[in-house]
């Protein structure tokens, strides 16, 4: 924590400006926007990523259109995200690239103070005339990846030296808990 909410040093200010400046053009002004729909286009790429701290993606190219209903005490964002990242294969860990495209909804509600009723919904104070959607933008992306990320079999694309050393290391014998169920099913064949 900084002490009187000051920067220790000239390179925090520096690196807080930096990510301050990356992350600004995410933000939508909706005070003064009249009622009706607004439509905004985000490029998000390597230097988007790297403002979250742990991110699973360091490299993409994605385009975010989002949809702004704006109605009297609402606002109802539509995300449509569409694009590629760069994430590590779970078999051999090599990069790989895959597509991500879907669509996400937000509900902004002004009220008193800040407060996320469901995943789809938030209330943010009546004071505010700003949104920071980066957060959202990153949340939404990160939804998209799929559980499971591996280089299609068969097709030769992951790391044969790291399939081959991790075929070295996999154990090759059989389960012995597995046997007594061997010999159930060998007796049934049998009869």
């Known amino acids: 924590m900084y002490l009187n909410g000051t920067i220790p040093n000239f390179a925090a200010r520096i690196f807080l400006g930096s990510v301050m ?29 790297a403002q979250f701290e742990y991110s699973e993606v360091q490299q993409g190219m994605l385009g975010v259109d989002v949809n ?21 294969c779970d078999r051999c860990l090599a990069d790989m690239d895959l597509r991500l495209k879907g669509e996400q909804r937000l509900i902004v509600k002004l009220g008193h103070e800040w407060k996320e009723e469901t995943d789809e919904i938030l209330i943010i104070p009546d004071t505010e005339s700003h949104i920071d959607i980066s957060g959202f933008i990153y949340e939404y992306i990160m939804l998209l990846l ?45 009869t």
């Open 21 to 49: 400046k990356v992350l600004k053009e995410y933000e939508i002004p909706f005070v003064g926007l009249k009622e009706g729909m607004h439509d905004y286009h985000f490029t998000v790429d390597h230097k988007f990523f």
């Open 68 to 88: 702004l209903e704006k109605r009297s005490r609402m606002m109802v964002f539509t995300f449509r995200i569409d694009g590629r990242v760069v994430v590590p």
């Open 146 to 190: 799929p559980y499971q990320r591996m280089h299609p079999e068969g097709e030769g694309l992951c790391d044969e030296t790291m399939i081959e050393k991790l075929e070295k290391h996999e154990p090759h014998r059989e389960d012995p808990r597995w046997d007594a169920l061997k010999e159930l099913k060998d007796n049934k064949d049998i």
